[in-house]
């Protein structure tokens, strides 16, 4: 029987494992049906990252492949190589991965003649009209400018054609005698059109794409209302005789409602102006970081010959110096050279990072007083910088399950107000006062326009897009907006103790002799066995006997007992170096070693005990420091409701003295890496919402099974990958700004889903008419239109507000 890999939690399974799926002509097998049912859900978060741990060429290649696709904002699921409008909403497709801003944004275009181009500011030559940036960005968005050209234009007829108009109803006698209530007509109709037909094109083949591809939203209802308001004055315009005699007013006219389908229009359009603009701004900065990275890095050739190059001329495996106060071109590790490097624009930690030869760099940080040399591992899309900005970008597309509840509102929610519009009609064209037809088609559209589900699309796309860029911006890279969502009702945490509470190297803390025997002795001999063992500990002891500059024996006859320790022979004396159960195997007795051993355990060290010729001689205690962040971490973490269970491959002593130390509610010791997973099964099967922590290959499994998973970044690609959440910086910190930025997010969505909803709720019923029967009051469609724009900028500027969250 024949083994293949779960694609989900890494873990080998029979390839007759009942629990199977046909994806894309291939056959893939799962451990469980939890893992069948998170593959279905997305097939593609799981395929890519097995291929990326067996090639890693497959990897670049699929990030690349992202460059130059189009995708909707409101349907990320639309997707083509071209610019275009979205086939379900009408809405300008944008660039899966964005581009990187320009360092020198030195351009200005007229927003009424864009082809009109200058690197500095001044006047434009057609017009006259200031000059403004290209964008704000750096980017040429050609929608935004597209929709502020038609804005402008719009505003400019539509304040003269509602002042008509209002003089016209109102104050009568200020206008001229020879402005007839015909010509009047007229000259509303001239300049209402072009608003109508021009400036509201954009919102009429939306609407249209709408009805055709049988997906009715916002659109829909705005170019029904407007239209119908539009027609139906010019047909009364035209051939008022068709009318009923109560429907005309002096002069034989019959009222139109050109300054309403004129105002709507602007007003839309001024709400489409404002969300585009919102929109580029929330992942600007996001590519602002991206744009950071240098134009040029300083290539060290083999012969010793310097020589600057294009960044992207950098290739693997390229020696590079960074000089004192350069960014650093691309990801790598030094060679050479001491610094400090500002790393705060990646991490979100404003402390400069001490470099010293083996440490990693990230590409776009700032060096500071020292030289380095560097190696270049990542170059191009391989990048962090890069990754996050893809990572990020595919975040702030994909839908939360939230989003659902608003997408099936939607479904319903336009047709039965096109229902409630006819009604309206109906109802005010039989049984409404003179002139009926008027009324009918004044309320109609006004419940048309009032009831324009912009808000409701809006509420939480807008968040997510906001909180995941201001999530980068703090070093919590969100994979999707599922786990966003998800990360609000944890209530449960698995970390793993190495790497994620401590530092993950273990350092050198006590050395005790017994008499006869002095310290810097048992630690010579100790460190002296220990070079020839590749165990992680005994790096530990070599660095701590290095560090007193003892000077090292040579070791004959080395015997390694795994799982005990070590033996061999140094300068004619026979030294074993272990645990209990070495001595105990060899026949030495602890003595007195035995309670100091258990003395040094409770304080979380890992004790060796050292026997010369047979004798007990003395110990070393080895321990894993714990992070400075991870005290407070925790307490944060118990603030925040949050349950933290830590898990451990060492023994429980050890454990339960880390645990003591941080406060920490449980502790499963002992763990082996193929029983992490079970543990959350466990949990889950109790009905906790379960977040596993962790940095290394062994903890995939469990970051696949648990509700998120959160990769440390200073861990394994693979435990990235498995991951919903991936904190850039190492710091426990980050787990607690990825809770906070969930639960602040998530609060911000259903804020904006409540105005939305109460907003639709409040104004279609009176935009019917219900309220004129008892009060006379009735809901003018331009009032209408204000309010509908209202309730979208209320939905935006509630989500900008996340931008100013403090994680």
């Known amino acids: 029987m024949s083994t293949t890999t779960d694609p989900v939690c890494e873990m080998k399974v029979d390839s007759e494992s009942r629990h199977s799926v046909d994806h894309a002509g291939k056959h893939y097998y799962f451990c469980s049906q939890q893992c069948v049912e998170k593959f279905q859900a997305n097939p593609s978060d799981y395929i890519r990252p097995i ?46 991965v964005p581009a990187p801003t320009r360092s020198n944004q030195s351009e200005y ?27 704000a960005t750096g980017e040429d968005n050609a929608e935004l400018r597209d929709m502020t050209r038609r804005f402008r234009l719009s505003s400019a007829l539509a304040l003269p054609v509602f002042l008509l108009a209002m003089a016209a109803d109102l104050f009568p006698s200020v206008l001229p005698d020879a402005l007839t209530p015909v010509l009047l007509q007229w000259l509303e109709f001239v300049l209402s059109t072009p608003v109508v037909l021009w400036g509201g094109l954009p919102i009429f083949q939306r609407g249209w794409a709408s009805v055709v591809n049988r997906s009715l939203n916002m659109f829909s209802l705005i170019a029904l209302g407007v239209g119908v308001a539009w027609t139906y004055s010019v047909v009364a315009m035209l051939l008022p005789g068709i009318f009923p005699p109560a429907m005309r007013s002096m002069g034989s006219t019959v009222p139109v409602y050109f300054e309403a389908a004129a105002v709507i229009m602007t007003l839309v359009l001024l709400g489409q102006v404002m969300e585009l603009r919102a929109r580029s701004k929330t992942s600007a900065a996001i590519k602002l970081l991206l744009g950071l990275a240098p134009k040029t890095a300083r290539i060290v050739h083999a012969n010793g010959n310097e020589e600057d190059i294009l960044l992207e001329k950098v290739q693997p495996g390229d020696v590079l110096r960074v000089r004192p106060g350069e960014k650093v071109p691309v990801d790598g590790v030094v060679l050479e050279g001491t610094s400090a490097l500002d790393e705060s624009m990646v991490t979100g930690e404003s402390i400069p990072v001490e470099k010293t030869a083996g440490e990693r760099l990230i590409g776009a940080t700032v060096n500071g007083t020292g030289s380095l040399m560097m190696r270049a591992e990542r170059v191009g899309s391989d990048t962090l910088l890069a990754q996050i900005v893809h990572m990020v970008s595919e975040a702030q597309r994909s839908r939360a399950p939230i989003q659902r509840l608003a997408d099936v509102a939607a479904g319903y929610f336009v047709p039965a107000v096109v229902v409630v519009a006819l009604v309206t009609l109906a109802v005010w064209g039989i049984w409404g006062p003179e002139p009926r037809l008027a009324y009918a088609v004044v309320n109609a559209v006004a419940v048309l326009i009032v009831a324009c589900p912009c808000a409701l699309g809006l509420a939480t796309p807008m968040s997510i897009m906001v909180g995941t860029g201001r999530g980068a911006l703090g070093g919590v890279l969100i994979k999707n907006a599922e786990a966003l969502e998800t990360m609000e009702k944890v209530n449960t945490l698995m970390v793993d103790k190495t790497g994620t509470l401590t530092e993950g190297k273990p350092k050198l803390l006590s050395v005790v002799a017994v008499a006869g025997f002095d310290e810097s002795e048992v630690l010579r001999m100790g460190a002296s066995l220990e070079r020839a063992s590749e165990h992680p500990l005994a790096a530990a002891v070599v660095n701590g006997a290095q560090e007193k500059f003892l000077a090292l024996a040579s070791v004959s006859d080395f015997r390694s007992f795994t799982g005990k320790g070590v033996a061999g022979s140094i300068e004619g004396h026979q030294i074993a170096l272990g645990n209990l159960k070495l001595f105990e195997e060899l026949g030495f007795v602890p003595g007195e070693l035995a309670a100091h051993a ?8 890992t004790v060796m005990l050292l026997a010369v010729d047979g004798k007990a001689a003395g110990l070393i205690g080895v321990a894993d420091p714990i992070k400075d962040s991870a005290l407070d971490a925790i307490r944060a973490l118990h603030d925040e409701g949050v349950l ?37 099964k466990q949990l889950q099967a109790q009905g906790r919402f379960v977040a596993m922590a962790g940095d290394g290959i062994n903890d995939a499994p469990a970051l696949a099974q648990a509700q998120v998973g959160i990769a440390m970044g200073t861990g394994t690609d693979v435990a990235m990958e498995s991951a919903g959440v991936t904190l850039v910086k190492g710091d426990l910190r980050g787990i607690v700004r990825a809770v906070r930025l969930s639960r602040a997010t998530m609060r911000n969505i259903r804020q904006n889903l409540f105005f939305a909803f109460i907003y639709n709720l409040l104004g279609i019923p009176v935009a019917a008419g219900v ?29 900008l507000r996340l931008n100013r969250m403090k994680l």
């Open 771 to 799: 309220l004129y029967p008892f009060f006379g009051l009735l809901l003018s469609p331009i009032i209408a239109a204000a309010a509908m724009s209202f309730s979208s900028v209320s939905v935006i500027l509630n989500a």
């Open 51 to 96: 291929m990326a741990t067996i090639t890693p060429t497959v990897q670049v290649s699929q990030a690349t492949q992202a460059v130059g696709v189009y995708t909707c904002p409101m349907h990320p699921e639309v997707r083509q190589a071209t610019p275009g409008s979205c086939p379900k909403c009408g809405m300008a497709l944008e660039p899966v």
């Open 109 to 135: 275009t007229c927003p009424m003649h864009p082809q009109i181009v200058r690197s500095e500011p001044g006047n434009c030559p057609i017009c006259g009209m200031a000059l403004e940036p290209r964008n």
């Open 644 to 680: 933290v269970i830590m898990l451990t491959g060492d023994n429980r002593i050890t454990g339960e003295a880390v645990a003591r130390k941080l406060g920490i509610d449980r502790i499963e010791a002992e763990v082996l890496p193929e029983q992490k997973a079970s543990i959350v």
């Open 598 to 605: 258990d003395s040094l355990r409770s304080d979380g060290q």
